[in-house]
């Protein structure tokens, strides 16, 4: 096993060259319930504790992208929970105006009309 700090250079030095792919990743799967920081912060989490089992049998991009890829899965299912639907028929005395403005301000309500 390496030395600890030996494996702490090598961790930051990999993060520094990938950071900017990392970011792009999590761009691409952030929300309001995730933001981008803390999307960043968690895929960085996660390949920190991934890293000593690291064998090189892959490419670190192929590496780096299935951590990212898995982490964010898994935030996107974790905020689904966190959605709240709200039946069609709950909203028709409201008018569009208020609807659309309640849905640009918060990613967490979805509409949903049961009734087709």
């Known amino acids: 096993m390496k030395n600890k700090s030996i ?6 030095s990999l993060v520094k060259q990938y950071e900017r792919v990392i970011y792009n990743f999590c761009t691409f799967y952030m929300s309001e319930i ?13 390949l920190w504790k991934a890293f000593p089992n690291f064998r090189n049998e892959s490419q670190t991009s192929t590496w780096i992208y299935r951590i990212a890829l898995n982490t964010c ?21 409201f008018s569009v105006a208020l ?17 087709c």
């Open 34 to 46: 995730s933001p981008l920081e803390d999307l960043y912060q968690e895929v960085v989490l996660n």
């Open 7 to 12: 494996l702490e250079q090598e961790f930051v």
């Open 73 to 93: 899965i898994s935030d996107f299912r974790r905020n689904a929970k966190l959605r709240q639907n709200v039946p069609l028929s709950f909203i028709t005395g």
């Open 99 to 115: 609807i659309v403005n309640l849905l640009q301000k918060s990613s967490n309500f979805a509409i949903v009309n049961f009734n």
